[in-house]
């Protein structure tokens, strides 16, 4: 609008003076032209019109984070509010949204142990998937550790970077710690020869609680005794310490997760990945040089008031 103004005034001074010398200006109908045409051409570059889209490799630096998380019937323990599945959904819904470069994956387990989401970049999906956790989506019976321990590793065969080497893999064990005897240096020392590291989360308290059941009352054992969970921390600490992780508590009184986000954001991703996104051809360079055309005419040509 400002350019439009000064164009107007432009045109009147110049015709005033024209006037005032009895003659008429030549070329003004063609400066204005030029000018307004040459704004818009600038306009246009401004606005950075996209035409097309063409394909571009990406490259980055990142790793593959395996969310293992317990949902056998003892997460639903309220000995830490509002009970222990529920409170770590919340935290790990916001610890997926800062890991943008990264794949992320999510394991179930308890008697058994499910990939519930495959490795992506898709956060969007994981939080879904995060947030459908139930402690009914597995049979009720002894939790196993080892189970999805076995079922990552034998996904990190596979998983190598462009270059042919093994890709920085960690593992975030989500758990009370109930894990009812099984031997687990087998797996823990094949994962640590992988270069993957376990991080683990102790979700409850020493203390513990009564676990409640879907239909009212709470879960008793085979002598009709109210059956008392609590926190193991023993078999997560032994993940942890022989793959070089960290074990870190999540209970109503600590918050461990912000130790392990900085935790796992030191650790370098090792693998470096090629990906291949649309891009939008921003073809500002036409107007642009459509500008700089006109401009240079609007210099050669100039107004002729007064003439010999």
């Given at each position: 609008m400002l350019a439009l103004l000064l164009l107007l005034g432009l045109w009147q001074r110049t015709g005033r003076l024209a006037n005032a010398l009895n003659t008429r200006?030549?070329?003004r109908g063609w400066k204005l032209a030029l000018r307004v045409?040459?704004?818009?051409?600038l306009l246009g570059a401004a606005l950075g019109p996209a035409i097309g889209v063409s394909q571009r490799p990406v490259r980055t630096a990142g790793k593959d984070v395996?969310?293992?998380?317990?949902?056998?019937?003892?997460?639903?323990a309220p000995d830490v509010a509002p009970t222990r599945l529920l409170r770590a959904q919340a935290e790990l819904q916001q610890l997926v949204a800062q890991f943008?470069?990264?794949?992320?994956?999510?394991?179930?387990?308890?008697?058994?142990?499910?990939?519930?989401?495959?490795?992506?970049?898709?956060?969007?999906?994981?939080?879904?998937?995060?947030?459908?956790?139930?402690?009914s989506l597995l049979p009720a019976g002894p939790t196993t550790l080892r189970a999805p321990l076995e079922l990552v590793l034998s996904r990190l065969v596979p998983a190598r970077s462009a270059a042919g080497t093994?890709?920085?893999?960690?593992?975030?064990?989500?758990?009370?710690?109930?894990?009812f005897g099984e031997n687990l240096e087998p797996v823990l020392r094949t994962l640590a020869r992988t270069g993957a590291r376990i991080y683990t989360v102790g979700v409850g308290?020493?203390?513990?609680?009564?676990?409640?059941?879907?239909?009212?009352?709470?879960?008793?054992?085979?002598?009709?005794?109210?059956?008392?969970?609590?926190?193991?921390?023993?078999p997560l600490l032994q993940l942890s310490a022989q793959t070089v992780g960290q074990?870190?508590?999540?209970?109503?009184?600590?918050?461990?997760?912000g130790t392990l986000l900085r935790?796992?954001?030191?650790?370098?991703?090792?693998?470096?990945?090629?990906?291949?996104?649309?891009?939008?051809?921003?073809?500002?360079?036409?107007?642009?040089?459509?500008?700089?055309?006109?401009?240079?005419?609007d210099i050669a040509l100039t107004i002729t008031i007064i003439r010999p």
């Open positions: 200006p030549r070329r045409l040459a704004g818009a051409a395996w969310l293992l998380v317990d949902v056998s019937r003892s997460m639903d943008p470069a990264d794949r992320l994956g999510l394991v179930v387990f308890g008697t058994e142990a499910v990939v519930q989401c495959p490795l992506t970049y898709d956060q969007e999906a994981v939080q879904v998937f995060i947030s459908t956790l139930r402690t093994p890709r920085a893999t960690a593992l975030v064990v989500v758990s009370d710690g109930e894990d308290t020493a203390e513990g609680a009564t676990i409640p059941k879907p239909g009212g009352g709470f879960v008793k054992d085979g002598r009709g005794q109210l059956v008392q969970t609590r926190l193991q921390e023993a074990y870190v508590e999540l209970n109503n009184k600590q918050n461990g997760f935790s796992l954001r030191t650790m370098q991703g090792a693998a470096e990945q090629v990906r291949t996104v649309a891009v939008a051809d921003n073809r500002y360079r036409y107007p642009l040089a459509a500008a700089l055309l006109l401009l240079a005419l």
